[in-house]
Nanobody, 120 residues
């Protein structure tokens, strides 16, 4: 069993930066691909960024960067130049088999989410 706890969300102004953290329990964290997703009200959950166990990362937002620290069992999402349309609940997720994916249903464990609100 894996537990994921996100933190670092909050209310910021457009143009600000935030770093989200996702702390994972369990000894196998370093073997998992980790993803970040977000969901705005009335919208589907969408892929933001992900990182493989080897550190190969991908993001659909050039302003966002995902990294991981296996010694701390933590994955991070650095978000720069935030825009009001980035407002959403941000979730981290763990994928226990294979490479990371942009498809939410392929992830096995999810955190509870952290709210990010960007004001204009």
């Amino acid at each position: 069993q894996v537990q994921l706890v996100e933190s670092g969300g909050g209310l910021v102004q457009a143009g600000d930066s935030l770093r989200l953290s996702c702390a994972a329990s369990g000894r196998s964290f370093s073997n998992y691909a980790m993803g970040w997703f977000r969901q705005a009200p009335g919208k589907e959950r969408e892929f933001v960024a992900a990182i493989s166990r080897s550190g190969y990362a991908g993001s659909v937002k050039g302003r966002f960067t995902v990294t991981r620290d296996s010694a701390k069992n933590t994955v991070y999402l650095q978000m720069n130049s935030l825009k009001p349309e980035d407002t959403a609940v941000y979730y981290c997720a763990a994928k226990t088999l294979g490479l990371w994916s942009q498809i939410p249903r392929e992830y096995d464990y999810w955190g509870q989410g952290t709210q990010v609100t960007v004001s204009s």
